[in-house]
Structure formats: structure tokens, C-alpha cells
């Protein structure tokens, strides 16, 4: 995000990992991308932080809302059920969805989560260990997951979360929250017939 001298979504997702998933380079680009970080402190004076781009890098919503969780996990899952619920509210269910966190359990649930909607059995590969205070939003975050074509979870260092200020600083960045609403269509992707992997995966094999 420019706004923090970070680079475009699509280029966090790109060069970070997907539990569970690989990055097929010809399915590898989504429409959208979601940043989300949940902030928990004792004093009660945390935030949801959510970020959402187009392929294109055009911000179609960014938020930054106090909130008082009762824990880190909780404060984790309720961003991502809030960045899910705005992006279901503004894209088409034909949508294909990157999610970039920066909570190791929560991206690799996700990502079973996606792959048992798309198994026979509606089994994940792994069990889903979801802490007992996040059920309600658990729930919620698997709907969205289905609702949309395809979704996966890629797994990002904070610091280079661009949703990380937004969550864990909601008093300075409450201006977000009053930008337009914007449902924003990206261009149609380009077809060059080249598959050339993604950078997290392009030197993998390498020496």
C-alpha cells in the first residue's frame, strides 16, 4: 500500500506462502485481496484492521475499528469475518479471493477450510483447531468461504501486513473509515499463455 511504502496486495500474496495449497501459476492471480490483523491488549484497547485491493492495486475498502477482544485469537478471526463480510458485499460470488494474515493457525484453517469444500467427503487433508472462543466467527468465515469461487490464505510476516497499523492504531486511522464505499470491477486478466511461478515458488527447487 502506498500509504505505508508497502507494495500492492497482489505482490505480498505472491511472494508468500499458502499453507496446504500450492500455487498453481495458471490459477495462481485472484480478482481480490484481503489483508486483515485482529490487535489484543490487556487494557481492552484493541482494533480490527482490514484492507481490500483489486488485482489491479485499486483499493475498493480500508478499516479501522477499536475493539475490546477478549483475547489475540478472537481479535484475529473477527478481522478476517469483517474484511470477508465487506468484500462479500461489494464483489460477485464468481469472485476468486486471496486473503493475506499474518497468524499462522488462521491461514492454514482457511485454506483446509477451502479445501474441504471442494473434497467429496467436505473433509479437510487436517482438522481445523479452532479455539473455542472464536466459533462464531469461525462459522462466519467458513460461509464466506464458500460463497466465493475460490479462496486461499497466504501467510505474512507483520511487518509486512498492511492491515497491521490499521488494527493495532484505529484512533489515528479512524479517517479510513469514512471513505466512499466502492465496488470496483477489475480489468479482465491478461492472457499471454506464459505460466511462470509465482516468486515463492518460482526457486524452490533450487540449489
Do not use: K
Request: net charge negative.
Amino acid at each position: 500500500m502506498a500509504a505505508y511504502g508497502r507494495p500492492a496486495l497482489r505482490d505480498l500474496f505472491d511472494d508468500s506462502p499458502t499453507p496446504h495449497i500450492a500455487h498453481p501459476p495458471r490459477t495462481h492471480h485472484r480478482d481480490f485481496y484481503v489483508a486483515t490483523d485482529g490487535s489484543f491488549r490487556d487494557s481492552g484497547a484493541g482494533g480490527l484492521g482490514v484492507v481490500i485491493e483489486t488485482r489491479d492495486g485499486e483499493t475498493v475498502a480500508r478499516l479501522s475499528v477499536p475493539d475490546a477482544p477478549p483475547d489475540n485469537n478472537v481479535a484475529e478471526y473477527r478481522a478476517l469475518h469483517l474484511g470477508l463480510d465487506v468484500l462479500a458485499a461489494r464483489a460477485p460470488a464468481s469472485a476468486r479471493v486471496g486473503v493475506a494474515l499474518d497468524h499462522d493457525d488462521l491461514a492454514a484453517n482457511v485454506n483446509r477450510a477451502a479445501l474441504a469444500l471442494a473434497a467429496p467427503d467436505a473433509r479437510p487433508p487436517h482438522p481445523c483447531r479452532v479455539p473455542p472462543a472464536t466459533n462464531h466467527h469461525w462459522r462466519g468465515i467458513r460461509a464466506r468461504i464458500g460463497g466465493f469461487a475460490e479462496l486461499r490464505a497466504a501467510r505474512l510476516d507483520s511487518r509486512e501486513n498492511p492491515a497491521h497499523p490499521l488494527a493495532n492504531d484505529p484512533g489515528s486511522y479512524a479517517h479510513v473509515n469514512h471513505e466512499p464505499a466502492r465496488c470496483v470491477v477489475p480489468d479482465a486478466p491478461e492472457t499471454t499463455g506464459e505460466q511462470i511461478p509465482p516468486p515463492s515458488r518460482a526457486d524452490r527447487h533450487a540449489d
